[in-house]
């Protein structure tokens, strides 16, 4: 069965660029979270969508970060403008609903220049 | 609310046995424990709900304590495989399906 799959692997990119990462949950999957890992602050939570929708979106750090998941097998994290602080592992993870075990994709290393 | 895990490191030598404790100062419904390998994505290992229960898979086992808010995952006769960083995620009673994951602690068996 195919995992969580995330694109790309890794990027770098400069300052003030714009960011698109994407993901595509396990079929079947209702929940899709969007984390960002770094060595300060650990894993955190961006994002949660049950059933396409936006559940909680109370860990996007600002305005500059937006999520969208247009169907059940696609989502986008994106970042505009960027900056050097945004550097991180994003990962990406689904599960059968929000409380079930979340399997997680292979992640996006970010690297904002 | 993050829940706080501890120890925050370890070190053991194959064979040993380990505690890794996870607590929250919120109401839980649900425990997951996740182990994350450098470089890799973390990887599921169970979840324990409210009203159950310990849990076992092979040689690591954890326990969740409602009343106290705690969870804590043990790990016997360590084997090198099991080198990583382990988090524990909480489900909050109180904000429904709000997930968030613990601080990690990092394991690390010798041989």
């Known amino acids: 069965d195919a995992g969580v799959i995330q694109s790309p692997r890794h990027e770098v990119t400069e300052m003030g660029q714009e960011v698109t990462l994407r993901c595509k949950p396990i079929s079947g999957h209702n929940s899709l979270f969007w984390y960002r890992q770094t060595m300060m602050r650990g894993l955190e939570l961006l994002i949660y969508f049950n059933n396409n929708v936006p559940i909680d979106d109370s860990g996007m750090p600002e305005d500059r970060f937006s999520a969208k998941m247009p169907n059940a097998s696609f989502s986008t994290l994106k970042i505009q403008p960027s900056e050097p602080r945004d550097s991180a592992v994003y990962f990406c993870?689904?599960?059968?609903?929000?409380?079930?075990?979340?399997?997680f994709g292979d992640g996006t290393r970010l690297s904002i220049l | 609310q993050q829940p706080v895990q501890s120890p925050q490191a370890v070190i053991l030598r194959e064979g040993e046995d380990a505690v890794i404790n996870c607590s929250s100062s919120k109401a839980l419904y649900s425990v997951h424990w996740y182990r994350q390998k450098h470089g890799e994505a973390p990887v599921f290992l169970m979840i324990?709900?409210?009203?159950?229960e310990q849990k076992g898979h092979e040689k690591i086992s954890a326990s969740f304590n409602e009343k106290k808010q705690q969870s804590s995952l043990y790990l016997t006769a360590s084997q090198l495989s099991y080198s990583g960083t382990y988090f524990c995620g909480t489900g909050e009673l109180t904000t429904g399906n709000q997930f968030y994951f613990g601080t990690g602690t990092s394991l690390t068996v010798i041989p």
């Open positions: 324990l709900l409210k009203g159950g």
């Open positions: 993870a689904s599960s059968l609903g929000g409380g079930g075990l979340q399997h």
